[in-house]
């Protein structure tokens, strides 16, 4: 059901964490679907030097939050603002349809620590106009 890379992910999720006085915290889920995802960035002239996550919720959560942090550590911040959750899928080799959430959740968080680091900042990202993290992700079906 899982790929090798969700498990390896899963089971030894890398930047796992939290960075003391962050450039930008991004936050996204919620308690009702039980997946929670915090990432913690540390930006040097528009560079990501650092990023940390928290990840309350599923496998497959952690491991969109694992994978997400490699995929952005050291990139620019507009290039981690083109990360997609279907990008986040694709270096997992895959999620389940029922576990795609979590990806979403994944690009969310980024994309809202980014937006916490640019109002720290006065620093205005047009790829964030009418960016709006979702609330719910499912339907809360059976998993």
């Known amino acids: 059901m899982y790929t090798e890379k969700v498990m390896d992910h899963f089971m030894n999720p890398r930047?796992?964490?939290?960075?003391?006085?962050?450039?930008?915290?991004?936050?996204?889920?919620?308690a009702k679907c039980g997946d929670i995802m915090k990432i913690y960035l540390d930006v040097e002239d528009e560079i990501i030097k650092d990023v940390k996550f928290k990840t309350f919720g599923c496998g497959s959560a952690i491991a969109s939050?694992?994978?997400?942090?490699?995929?952005?550590?050291?990139?620019?911040v507009h290039e981690?603002?083109?990360?997609?959750?279907?990008?986040?899928?694709?270096?997992?080799?895959?999620?389940?349809?029922?576990?795609?959430?979590?990806?979403?959740?994944?690009?969310?968080?980024?994309?809202?620590?980014?937006?916490?680091?640019?109002?720290?900042?006065?620093?205005?990202?047009?790829?964030?106009?009418?960016f709006n993290p979702t609330e719910d992700h499912h339907d809360h079906e059976e998993e």
């Open 15 to 30: 930047n796992v964490g939290e960075i003391e006085n962050a450039a930008g915290v991004g936050q996204v889920g919620n």
């Open 65 to 76: 939050s694992s994978v997400a942090t490699e995929m952005i550590k050291g990139k620019t």
């Open 80 to 130: 981690a603002l083109a990360i997609t959750n279907k990008a986040v899928v694709e270096a997992l080799g895959g999620l389940p349809p029922v576990k795609i959430h979590c990806s979403v959740l994944a690009e969310e968080a980024i994309k809202t620590a980014i937006l916490d680091y640019g109002k720290k900042n006065n620093i205005t990202f047009k790829e964030l106009e009418g």
